[in-house]
């Protein structure tokens, strides 16, 4: 499955994208684009195969449904072949969150969003992907997460770095140095069934380097029935 991050497509072109992934054989959600800016930016979204299964549930949340319409956030189920259901949640923050306050503070709201929809929703197995456009220590909830909850920042991880540091992902022009600001979060209940994380060297999409990480469902489901 992948999360899309910043779409950018208005929604007047949803409906024609997602009849071109049905043909591919995959499913394609979109959410809306940023309505803030002058032209179609943000965007959130899941492109997976049929045989993923992967759905979205009502929103419970009046705060995530806020960060939902501002094209910021979704949340998305995925079930395993071992029927073992994961919370996806796919984020993007706004520009500037590294250097303003008051932009880290917009993001952070992201995160309190995700948050309270997890407690309604009763998600355990969690994993929150997207460009962050920050640090994690500059977003209070997440660091919270990550500090005080036993949440894990996969690409923080000396194992999935290079020589023990973190891999840069957005490079703003070709001779930048590079930044780490596209992320993988998971949930301590998570963590144990994730087999591997690495940013793509690749240079399909402009300015970042995708992320992946991979999941023993197995196990996934293991943690599920034990829990």
Avoid at 91 to 102: H, I, T
Wanted: hydrophobic residues 40%; charged residues 15%; proline residues 5%.
């Amino acid at each position: 499955a992948v999360a899309l991050c910043e779409h950018s497509l208005g929604q007047t072109y949803h409906q024609g994208w997602q009849k071109k992934a049905i043909k591919q054989g995959h499913r394609l959600s979109l959410g809306p684009p940023d309505p803030e800016a002058a032209s179609a930016c943000g965007g959130v979204g899941m492109l997976a195969p049929d045989a993923a299964q992967f759905c979205q549930r009502p929103i419970m949340s009046s705060r995530f449904r806020k960060a939902f319409a501002l094209g910021r956030l979704a949340r998305f189920s995925l079930c395993t072949a071992a029927h073992a259901a994961i919370a996806v949640y796919v984020f993007y923050g706004w520009v500037g969150g590294a250097n303003c306050k008051r932009t880290a503070a917009r993001t952070n709201q992201l995160f309190m969003a995700m948050m309270e929809e997890a407690t309604l929703q009763r998600d355990i197995h969690i994993v929150a992907l997207g460009d962050l456009n920050a640090n994690p220590g500059d977003i209070a909830t997440l660091a919270t997460l990550l500090q005080d909850q036993s949440w894990t920042d996969l690409g923080g991880e000396p194992q999935w770095g290079q020589g023990g540091r973190p891999i840069p992902t957005c490079f703003v022009h070709n001779t930048s140095t590079g930044t780490r600001r596209d992320f993988a979060f998971v949930s301590p209940a998570l963590r144990p069934a994730i087999v591997n994380f690495e940013v793509l060297q690749e240079d399909t999409f402009a300015t970042h380097k995708p992320v992946r990480l991979t999941i023993d469902t197995q196990h996934t489901h293991e943690w599920m029935t034990s829990s």
